[in-house]
């Protein structure tokens, strides 16, 4: 069948994870599937969002919320998206600078040692700065309505903190994060990386905890596209998905080159040995620290990385309920059936030979190591999922409960 | 009242431009920023109620949290959001103009705003365009007399016998005249 579109514009937001279309690029698979692709840069996920919802971009690396959030209008013009697959999973870690850290250790020095690090003892923290009347704290993530903003609420909430009276949350570009932090603007953020590693580096804060602690495996960024769009061009979005399939496994099996091709000034722009460690998975939590070893930190395709898991989008649509960023009476099984399309996927990646899960979801937190996905067209390897705290997320009971609205979901 | 404009842009001739606008127009601008000025703070201090932003500042995404953070306060949101109208949007995009409007503003009373900045917006980008053009122009003339000069020294030919030769090898060759100068340039350049 013959593709709809041949020439293409493909929005990015210059992060490590925009990899699999950078390489899609660099390294021909979109040439191989017909298709002259043109990377356009974009300064903001505001842009992503409105350029892809105007058709001045075809389709983007997206926060893997924002089909979501755009499909519902949240805040913005409502223009209903898609995501076929995930680009990546983990890569986010939340920093916090030297000075809270050290109050925190010795507020709870027990809470800071073990690993995964809670927010046991930033709770102490905050307690103790409002008894002395001091303002708030304030905390940054990338946008919004983005993962980073869930896993940054959900970190806090589940030592007792209240996101909304205890501290400030603000917005920060993530090439500003270090400045802001540098500067004392800001406590902490969660930010993709190498905005972590480079604040390490720096010597200017220490890192909490990893996504792959946080929750493990869950979906990054996706590839979006409107709705309109992939009804229109059901070819060329086929051919697009399987380059950045293919460009996907390239990624995880060629970190030494692609880590060249992103430090680029026309890509992430970051120094090449920061790009490089973390791409390696190479991670440093605080300066001087030993160099830790997490390869699955960032997985690109490896163990059903691209997969578009429905579960994963109603965990996050629970958690955006959860923090009121949802207008009332919203159908979140209905948003996540049109927004996330395991249906697309299986589709290009049937014809480029890979297993697929025939399953839309899974349930979420019950596996620590490596285990066999068998609702799958072969035998489908896959890698742990559990939430920090050992909370475990059931699609299927989620979905039979609703949440009134505005009100919090219990336990979440 | 006449309403508050806060501009965000890290071209400042094109900033001066817009300011002037929009004042002749009878806005006030309170305020003109490049990019990381500290919006979260300036907005609120300022009293803005339209954010007119180069669309290419990372600072739109600061811009779309504060109807969160500041809700206590003036809570701008994203142009249109409430009663979107794609070509308004569009025609902002296409220039590079997003425009942030306090929340509850009557759309009718700030597209005026928006289309002012559009405008200017739309006419730096012109303005630019031509320049590029007539620089680029400038510059293959020039190369196109200095391949005529070439031709006309060695084959002892009239100026307009060279122009035609260079206009067929064009034709021939469907390219365009300056790349066939540049070609005799290089050539010339070779043989010294």
């Known amino acids: 069948m013959s593709l709809e579109k041949t020439r293409l514009r493909l929005g990015i937001v210059p992060l490590i994870d925009a990899a699999p279309l950078v390489a899609a690029k660099e390294r021909g698979f979109f040439a191989m599937q017909g298709l002259e692709v043109e990377i356009s840069r974009e300064a903001s996920w505001a842009n992503i969002r409105d350029k892809v919802a105007l058709g001045v971009l075809d389709g983007a690396h997206m926060l893997a919320t924002m089909p979501l959030s755009a499909s519902l209008g949240l805040g913005a013009i409502r223009e209903k998206m898609v995501a076929a697959m995930g680009l990546n999973t983990g890569g986010n870690a939340i920093t916090l600078s030297n000075a809270l850290w050290e109050r925190m250790a010795e507020a709870d020095p027990a809470a800071m040692t073990r690993r995964p690090v809670t927010a046991r003892a930033l709770k102490t923290v905050i307690e103790e700065d409002r008894r002395q009347g001091r303002p708030p704290m304030t905390f940054a993530v990338v946008y919004p309505v983005s993962p980073h903003m869930l896993e940054l609420r959900y970190w806090m909430a589940s030592a007792g903190i209240d996101t909304e009276r205890d501290l400030r949350l603000v917005v920060v570009p993530p090439p500003q994060m270090v400045a802001q932090l540098s500067a004392g603007n800001i406590d902490g953020y969660c930010v993709g990386e190498p905005w972590n590693s480079l604040a390490v580096s720096l010597g200017l804060g220490r890192v909490a905890i990893t996504s792959r602690e946080l929750w493990a495996g869950r979906v990054e960024k996706v590839f979006g596209v409107t709705e309109s769009w992939a009804r229109t061009h059901p070819q060329t979005h086929k051919a697009v998905l399987k380059a950045l399939i293919q460009a996907a496994c390239w990624c995880d099996e060629n970190r030494g080159e692609l880590a060249e091709i992103l430090a680029q000034p026309a890509y992430v722009n970051a120094p090449a040995e920061v790009v490089r460690a973390s791409l390696l998975g190479r991670f440093r939590y605080e300066f001087g620290g030993p160099e830790e070893d997490i390869p699955d930190f960032l997985l690109f395709h490896r163990h059903g990385a691209n997969f578009p898991w429905r579960s994963q989008a109603l965990w996050f649509l629970r958690q955006m309920a959860r923090w009121r960023q949802l207008p009332p009476g919203v159908d979140m099984g209905r948003t996540m059936e049109e927004a996330y399309r395991p249906d697309l996927y299986r589709m290009a990646a049937l014809e480029l030979g890979l297993a697929v899960p025939t399953t839309d979801s899974k349930t979420e937190g019950t596996h620590a190591g490596l285990w066999t996905l068998t609702q799958a067209s072969a035998p489908l390897e896959m890698g742990p999922d559990l939430f920090f705290d050992g909370s475990v997320f059931d699609p299927a009971a989620a979905s039979q409960t609703s949440l009134p609205p505005g009100e919090e979901a219990a336990g979440a | ?192």
Do not use: W
Not at chain 2, 42 to 51: G, N, Y
């Open chain 2, 1 to 192: 009242m006449s309403l508050r404009v806060i501009v965000v842009d890290d071209e400042p001739d094109r900033a001066v431009l817009v300011r002037e606008a929009l004042e002749a127009e009878g806005f006030t601008v309170v305020g003109v920023f490049p990019t990381g000025a500290g919006l979260m703070t300036k907005v609120p201090e300022l009293q803005a109620d339209v954010i007119i932003v180069d669309i290419d500042s990372p600072d739109r995404d600061t811009l779309e949290d504060m109807r969160r953070v500041t809700f206590e306060q003036r809570r701008p949101v994203v142009m249109f959001a409430q009663d979107g109208k794609p070509e308004t949007i569009r025609a902002a995009v296409e220039a590079g103009v997003a425009a942030y409007v306090v929340d509850g503003l009557k759309a009718e009373r700030v597209k005026p705003v928006v289309d002012v900045a559009v405008a200017r917006f739309a006419q730096f980008q012109g303005l630019r365009t031509e320049l590029h053009k007539a620089k680029s122009s400038l510059a293959e003339r020039k190369l196109v007399e200095k391949a005529k000069g070439i031709l006309m020294q060695r084959r002892q030919c009239s100026e307009e016998e060279a122009y035609k030769l260079m206009r067929k090898m064009a034709m021939d060759q469907k390219a365009r005249l300056v790349d066939i100068a540049n070609r005799i340039i290089e050539a010339a350049d070779l043989l010294g």
